[in-house]
Structure formats: C-alpha cells, structure tokens
C-alpha cells in the first residue's frame, strides 16, 4: 500500500489482485458513505483507471 492516491481505481466483487494507493481507499470509503444502498457487500479495490465516482456507481444494483 502507498501513501497517496491519483483518484482512479479498479472495483468490483471479485478482480484479480493488486496494489492500492491509501489516498485511493479513503476516496472510496468516502465516496460508499454517500451510497447507502451499496451495504453488506465484500468489495474489492486495486489501483487502476476509473474514477472512484464512476467505480463506486458501478457497484450500484438496480
């Protein structure tokens, strides 16, 4: 794990591993405070290149 992050990450419930910037898990975290249906899901996160915001909206179900 690094210290900073660029803000882009690769997310989902099962991805390959990978490292992960501490700037990059705390954008997320941030940015699952602010999705309250996405609750009790194992959530995987490496470095990558969408944005959190764009990540975070992926896990969203309908």
Do not use: F, Q
């Amino acid at each position: 794990m690094t210290d900073d992050g660029d803000g882009r990450i690769n997310a989902g419930r099962a991805i390959p591993y990978g490292n992960i910037a501490r700037g990059n898990v705390a954008a997320t975290l941030a940015a699952l405070i602010d999705a309250p249906e996405i609750k009790r899901e194992i959530i995987e996160i490496t470095d990558g290149h969408t944005t959190v915001a764009d990540a975070v909206n992926s896990l969203r179900r309908n």
